[in-house]
T-cell receptor, first 117, second 115 residues
Framework: NAGVMQNPRHLVRRRGQEARLRCSPMKGHSHVYWYRQLPEEGLKFMVYLQKENIIDESGMPKERFSAEFPKEGPSILRIQQVVRGDSAAYFC???????????????FGPGTRLTVL | AQSVTQLGSHVSVSEGALVLLRCNYSSSVPPYLFWYVQYPNQGLQLLLKYTSAATLVKGINGFEAEFKKSETSFHLTKPSAHMSDAAEYFCAVSVEIQGAQKLVFGQGTRLTINP
């Protein structure tokens, strides 16, 4: 069973360009979470999605950032007009439908490291 | 609001020595607590989790953690450190949102193992 897949693993963009980060959850998982890790910091929650729905985006910056999880295909985190402060590692995690025996466990992908020049 | 605090951003121990990484939590409801490990340039791997079944939780790679409600703590320990334990360790608490959970992480503790 393949784990959570993220691509690209490394992404370099110049200021003002767009960054698209993709996440394919584990098979059978219907919940996707995005986290951001700034240098020398812990992970911060950005957004939680289910298929075709954004459930909680309280951690997303108000501008330039958007996320989607379409019915078919991977979840996408999109950053428009990137700035140097967007340089970070972006992690995706997935979890199965909530059940007592699998309560709360999130499985993380390897991350996408975004560098803005 | 739920939160976690990790005491000590850097911990250094000798190979074979006890590892103790500290985590204190704040939660208004019974918490679900986790320890994750992150090796350089990799994602997070779950070490262990507390979900109220037992206060002493055993995880992978010889790690364990004890939930102490009176101290609001969930410290991570390992009796004998190995060089391969060098990594960043994150404590996290889950916050429920519409039936699912988001994780609130501590700032992390970087563990260094000295030969």
């Amino acid at each position: 069973n393949a784990g959570v897949m993220q691509n690209p693993r490394h992404l370099v963009r110049r200021r003002g360009q767009e960054a698209r980060l993709r996440c394919s959850p584990m098979k059978g998982h219907s919940h996707v979470y995005w986290y951001r890790q700034l240098p020398e910091e812990g992970l911060k929650f950005m957004v939680y999605l289910q298929k075709e729905n954004i459930i909680d985006e309280s951690g997303m910056p108000k501008e330039r950032f958007s996320a989607e999880f379409p019915k078919e295909g991977p979840s996408i985190l999109r950053i428009q007009q990137v700035v140097r402060g967007d340089s970070a590692a972006y992690f995706c995690a997935s979890s199965p439908s909530i059940g007592r025996e699998t309560h709360n466990e999130q499985f993380f992908g390897p991350g996408t490291r975004l560098t803005v020049l | 609001a739920q939160s976690v605090t990790q005491l000590g951003s850097h911990v250094s121990v000798s190979e074979g020595a006890l590892v103790l990484l500290r985590c204190n939590y704040s939660s208004s409801v019974p918490p679900y607590l986790f320890w994750y490990v992150q090796y350089p340039n990799q994602g997070l791997q779950l070490l262990l989790k507390y979900t109220s079944a037992a206060t002493l939780v055993k995880g992978i790679n010889g790690f364990e953690a004890e939930f102490k409600k009176s101290e609001t703590s969930f410290h991570l320990t390992k009796p004998s450190a190995h060089m391969s334990d060098a990594a960043e360790y994150f404590c996290a608490v889950s916050v429920e949102i519409q039936g699912a959970q988001k994780l609130v992480f501590g700032q992390g503790t970087r563990l260094t193992i000295n030969p």
